[in-house]
């Protein structure tokens, strides 16, 4: 449970907040001075602050203040009976998440929080990224890309939107964050949405958010996605998924930076850079009617295309070898050698799952190396049952399973050609949950 520590001298106001508070789930500490909220900051586990203006022993910006130099991850909201346009610069100045003037209504309080708190995990993630973030460049997940690193460089200090194309596993969310972290939005948040992995009925929830009310359940003001990457990046992965009702929306929000919430008539502005990514043709799929066309152009401003492994086998053993050495040294392991024989075995792999399926492979072989080199026998190259021959001397069991799969497979590739690619659809007609047949979709790789 967050902690949200209170400074406010009035004790019929502290109390208000602090039943507001507690009613939404937060655990609340009061302080009815400025000396009492700074105690609290270091002998609290605080996720956030609120603090007013006016204290018997101090002014609300030296709260503000302490939490900036001792824990700069804790938002400060600054409340105040005496609002100005010099006083809201003053504290946003000073390093408050926020300004409310008094009165204010407490669904709008609440719904600053929720998103300051948002921010402040996002902004930890970052902090971690950039930490690693340093390594980036000479990571061999992009060893053979240096053409994409350019165009990276040239695009991230402006705010155009940028079209990442690429297979499943090519890593397309690496270069949206490369993107992201080498723009001047660095310090602000990116949020990642997979289209196709939300059922339609959820996503623009999701995406945008919901007003208390809108519908049965929706007890509080909920920010989507759109709202918790103002001032940041939003990464719309698999965005050829999104469905056609949707697009029409996600349209004017490029254009005009602009939408309404769920159930709501109140119109929300928002500052962020758009990245979508995709591993299917969205030219054919615009041509099918399954994408909006005039969506595509506008996504389309500044394609980067990521080429598999397959075409660029020359990186296939450098990105082995740097995986070997990552997880060697997460399982505190000498880093064993790739024999030749191992060599011409992955080179000679399909690599239909791109980096990601090398990685994985490569974890596994570590994992059960117990020697100084890597052999054949250490690889298990995992394929799709329904694309091999069973023995005759198999078992019923495995001849069952055999079956099953290839009936599976025939019968999800018949439904999706008659819903035209609408995985929704095709889930309520074969009766199953959309994240089970989002998974089947993978494993027969259809």
Not at 181 to 198: D, M
Not at 247 to 267: M, N, Y
Request: hydrophobic share 40%.
């Amino acid at each position: 449970m967050q902690t949200i520590l209170i400074v406010e001298d009035k004790q019929s106001m502290a109390d208000m907040l602090a039943r507001t508070l507690e009613s939404e789930g937060y655990a609340v500490c009061l302080a009815l001075t400025l000396k009492d909220g700074i105690d609290a900051l270091s002998s609290e586990d605080i996720s956030a602050v609120i603090t007013d203006l006016k204290l018997p022993d101090g002014d609300g910006m030296e709260m503000v203040k302490a939490v900036r130099e001792g824990y700069p991850f804790i938002p400060a909201i600054v409340m105040t009976a005496f609002g100005s346009i010099e006083i809201a610069v003053k504290a946003i100045k000073k390093g408050a998440y926020d300004f409310i003037t008094k009165p204010f209504d407490p669904d709008h309080l609440i719904l600053l929080l929720k998103r300051a708190l948002g921010e402040q995990t996002l902004q930890k993630e970052n902090l971690v990224f950039k930490h690693e973030f340093s390594k980036f460049l000479k990571m061999p997940e992009i060893i053979g890309l240096s053409n994409i690193m350019e165009k990276i460089k040239k695009v991230a200090p402006l705010k155009t939107t940028v079209l990442v194309l690429g297979e499943s596993g090519t890593g397309k969310e690496l270069v949206a964050r490369a993107i992201h972290h080498l723009s001047q939005r660095t310090k602000n948040s990116f949020i990642a949405i997979n289209c196709a992995a939300i059922p339609k009925d959820l996503i623009e929830n999701e995406i945008f958010g919901h007003e208390k009310g809108a519908f049965s359940g929706a007890a509080e003001i909920k920010p989507g996605r759109f709202e918790l990457a103002d001032r940041g990046t939003i990464f719309l992965d698999e965005i050829g998924d999104m469905e056609l009702s949707l697009q029409s929306k996600l349209l004017r929000v490029l254009q005009e930076s602009e939408f309404e919430r769920v159930g709501g008539t109140k119109t929300v502005h928002v500052d962020l850079r758009v990245i979508a990514a995709s591993n299917k043709n969205l030219e054919k799929e615009v041509s099918g009617g399954h994408f909006r066309e005039d969506l595509f152009y506008r996504l389309n401003v500044f394609p980067v295309i990521i080429p598999p492994l397959r075409e660029r086998r020359e990186d296939i053993i450098p990105l082995a070898r740097h995986f070997i050495g990552l997880f060697s040294s997460e399982m505190n392991k000498k880093a064993p050698k790739l024999s030749p024989e191992s060599e011409r075995m992955l080179l000679g792999n399909e690599w239909r799952g791109n980096t990601r399926e090398l990685k994985n492979i490569i974890e596994r072989a570590v994992i059960l190396c117990d020697g100084s080199e890597l052999q054949p026998e250490h690889f298990n190259f995992v394929k799709c049952n329904t694309e091999e021959q069973i023995g005759t001397e198999a078992p019923l069991s495995e001849i069952a399973q055999f079956a099953v799969k290839t009936a599976e497979k025939s019968r999800i590739e018949t439904v999706l050609s008659q819903t035209g690619g609408n995985k929704s659809r095709a889930a309520e007609i074969l009766k199953v949950s959309y994240k089970t047949l989002l998974t089947k979709i993978k494993d027969y790789r259809l």
